[in-house]
């Protein structure tokens, strides 16, 4: 059974930084493809950024690019997102994703993950 629990969530004010780690079990954690969604109220869920666990190749959506950063550790099974010059408009749950398979994209939707976190608050305050 593939679980994913994620940490490191919390409230920071604009401009602060916060680490979310995503730890998988159950899962074939090499050569597949991990990454986070967020969610605010009233809105769609939106992936944020992914990472290839093969060769840790990243992808990002434009809102984030040059602000977080994803990363894993292969050894103990586990995707980071370092996020840096938050800004209000982060505000949102964030949930650590995985799937099967090697495609791996900025583009990725909710419907291409099979598993997901319970998910982990980020509120920025201006």
């Known amino acids: 059974q593939v679980q994913l629990v994620e940490s490191g969530g919390g409230s920071v004010q604009t401009g602060g930084s916060l680490r979310l780690s995503c730890a998988a079990s159950g899962y074939p954690f090499s050569n597949n493809c991990m990454g986070w969604f967020r969610q605010a109220p009233g809105k769609e869920r939106e992936g944020v950024a992914f990472?290839?666990?093969?060769?840790?190749?990243?992808y990002y959506v434009d809102s984030v690019k040059g602000r977080f950063a994803i990363s894993r550790d292969n050894a103990k099974n586990t995707v980071s997102l370092q996020m840096n010059s938050l800004k209000p408009e982060d505000t949102a749950m964030y949930y650590c994703?995985?799937?099967?398979?090697?495609?791996?994209?900025?583009?990725?939707?909710?419907?291409?993950?099979?598993?997901w976190g319970q998910g982990t608050q980020v509120t920025v305050s201006s």
């Open positions: 994703a995985a799937k099967r398979g090697t495609v791996c994209a900025h583009t990725l939707r909710v419907d291409n993950f099979a598993y």
């Open positions: 990472i290839y666990t093969g060769d840790g190749t990243t």
